[in-house]
């Protein structure tokens, strides 16, 4: 479709104005600004990043077959618009199989490869072990709403160019932000994360990020191609405008479960609180 160039800094223009940017975002400041995270704190975001991880590899996937039932239904899909689905179904395929390097060398094999599997494992299990809590509470409003938004974005053709264009946005930013997180988590004055080892999924996601992001902005064979015409254009900025307003809510409740037990504490905690304030003023 022409002018998939100027459709996609728009959909780029919706993120940075959701606030989903550095160094706007309270979540990405409080993260570089804390300078310990107690185990109760970690594991209530690593709980929700958890749910996110999984509704949102689940649903794009579900988006991919509305998208294949609409190029099911036409007798000759353009191959500019396949090639953008083979670029989606490689970029979501990484959260299923780890296709890409980055992560196949890494991953550990089978299903437990599986991203929102090889988190709960590999972060998730070790904060309830060092916490206690093996209960987990209700989710935050803003991460609730946000996976429901998912659920609806599955049944649309266009859902998965949503979420792949505005999660890969920022899923840099916010792998960077949980390696500051879980790398100050303490349990009696040692660092529960230390091994070299120990966080080898947000490490992994830091260096495959940037090509995925690459990806699905690509001018020719990103997102903005699963688009057939004016009509779908519009549609698109519509969906990707709310959801990125949805993200935007579930980094704050991400932020305030790391300002508000923390900003009793020193005085780098005491500026994320007023930065975070600030910010949201």
């Not at 974005?153 to 266009?158: K, M, Q, T």
């Not at 057939?228 to 305030?256: N, S």
């Amino acid at each position: 479709m022409p002018g998939e160039t100027a459709l996609d800094e728009q959909v780029s223009s919706i993120v940075r104005a959701a606030g989903l940017v550095r160094p706007g975002n309270r979540f990405f400041a409080n993260a570089r600004l804390v300078d310990d995270v107690p185990p109760a704190n970690a594991l209530a975001v690593a709980r929700q990043w958890e749910a996110m991880t999984k509704a949102f590899m689940f649903t794009t996937i579900g988006g991919l077959g509305a998208a294949a039932r609409h190029f099911a239904a036409q007798e000759a899909p353009g191959r500019e618009t396949l090639a953008a689905f083979q670029t989606a179904f490689r970029v979501i395929g990484d959260d299923l199989d780890n296709l890409a390097d980055d992560f196949g060398a890494v991953a550990p094999g089978g299903a437990a490869g599986i991203h929102y599997l090889w988190w709960a494992d590999s972060i998730v299990a070790p904060l309830v072990k060092a916490s206690g809590e093996e209960s987990a509470p209700a989710l935050p409003a803003g991460v609730a709403r946000l996976l429901e938004a998912m659920d609806a974005l599955a049944d649309h053709r266009l859902g998965a160019a949503v979420q792949l264009r505005v999660v890969e946005a920022i899923a840099l930013d916010i792998a960077v932000a949980f390696r500051r997180v879980y790398s100050k988590v303490q349990v009696g004055g040692e660092k529960l994360f230390a091994d070299s080892d120990a966080l080898v999924w947000i490490d992994a996601h830091i260096k495959a990020e940037t090509s995925h992001a690459k990806s699905v902005s690509d001018e020719e064979t990103g997102m903005t191609a699963l688009v057939e015409g004016e009509e779908d254009a519009a549609e698109l900025l519509r969906l990707a405008t709310g959801y990125a307003a949805h993200w935007a809510d579930a980094l704050d409740d991400f932020a305030d479960q790391l300002s508000g037990p923390l900003a009793a504490g020193t005085p780098a905690q005491a500026t994320a609180q007023a930065t975070a304030q600030a910010s949201a003023s």
